[in-house]
């Protein structure tokens, strides 16, 4: 966790969550356009987008949790006691 100075605002996503958040709901905009089409494509179209965000949301969760998981092993070699069974 200190192997690096702190930035301000609370560091940068790896993930970047964000940005693919933003360009999926940018996405759906041309599918909400008042255009022919049909009620079940839209209904799949936002399914699927609906679908991408939850992975996004789960994805950065467990990145989260494996920063924890990860600071605790090497805590454990820094102090001189494996974690890893052999």
């Known amino acids: ?6 930035l301000p ?5 790896p993930l970047f969550t964000v940005v693919f958040a933003s360009v999926t709901v940018l996405n ?5 356009l008042p255009t022919p089409v049909e009620i079940l494509e839209i209904a799949v179209i936002g399914l ?10 789960r994805a950065r ?3 989260a949790r494996q920063r924890a998981v ?3 092993s090497y805590r454990a070699v820094k102090s001189g006691h494996s974690t890893a069974k052999s």
């Open 1 to 6: 966790m200190a192997v690096g100075p702190a």
């Open 9 to 13: 605002g609370g560091g940068v996503d």
């Open 28 to 32: 759906l905009i041309p599918a909400l």
């Open 48 to 57: 699927l987008h609906t679908l991408f965000l939850v992975r996004l949301v």
């Open 61 to 63: 969760g467990a990145a």
């Open 70 to 72: 990860e600071l605790e």
